[in-house]
């Protein structure tokens, strides 16, 4: 197929196959690079020329001459998000990791940060704890000692600089609130942050399991 040029308001027929084509630079569905985009006319400061790969966009300069960053699936972007769903379940005693994200350094580009982790306890041998990392800040709370209650954390992150937060936590174990609290935090947000939830159960035959976790900008 051919694909179609605007220009100066009206639509002209090209001859370019499986592809298409903004002012001069054009585009076809099996090159992995565009060159050219949007280099003449107006608007005048978006896309130059970019790289392309199955994930997204590698790479791009602006008209300004800037480079851009990489805008592939799977990354932080503006606003970010990433969410888990299923089952991840200590096993033994011992504090264990059952859910973890990374925000990579230098890409927070929101005001904050929302965190919602839940799940449910299996068997009621003895007690469990449960604990949120965000970078250097750990944030503990017992949602159920000794039962088979679910219980459900939200944390709300206000950023006021890349060193400097503030945390707003409620967590919950069944109906029954059994943590919140304000907190300072001083992560440093031009590093790598770990954002990861644990549990500890102090009987063997004890889980604590999580079905939802979710890191979000808002």
């Not at 299923?86 to 504090?95: I, K, L, P, Q």
């Not at 839940?118 to 068997?123: L, P």
Request: proline fraction near 2%; hydrophobic fraction near 35%.
């Amino acid at each position: 197929s051919t694909y179609s040029r605007f220009q100066g308001g009206g639509v002209s027929a090209g001859d370019v196959t499986n592809g298409f084509r903004f002012g001069s630079g054009a585009f076809s569905s099996n090159q992995t690079s565009f060159d050219n985009v949007l280099s003449s006319g107006t608007p005048s400061n978006i896309v130059d020329a970019a790289t392309l790969s199955n994930s997204g966009i590698v790479s791009y300069t602006s008209r300004g001459g800037k480079p851009g960053k990489a805008m592939g699936v799977g990354r932080w972007k503006y606003p970010f998000d990433y969410e888990y769903q299923g089952s991840s379940a200590t096993a033994n005693v011992g504090e264990q990791t059952i859910a973890t994200t990374t925000i990579t350094a230098n890409t927070i580009k929101t005001r904050g940060v929302r965190i919602i982790a839940s799940g449910y306890n299996a068997s009621a041998n003895g007690n469990k704890t449960i604990k949120l990392y965000f970078g250097n800040k750990t944030i503990t709370f017992h949602p159920a000692d000794n039962n088979e209650d679910k219980w459900r954390l939200e944390a709300d992150i206000a950023l006021s600089s890349n060193a400097e937060q503030y945390i707003s936590t409620i967590a919950y174990s069944a109906l029954t609130i059994v943590y919140h609290g304000v907190e300072d935090a001083a992560q440093d947000m031009t590093s790598n942050c770990i954002v990861k939830i644990t549990g500890e159960c102090a009987h063997a035959d004890d889980e604590v399991i999580l079905n939802l976790f979710s890191v979000k900008g808002n």
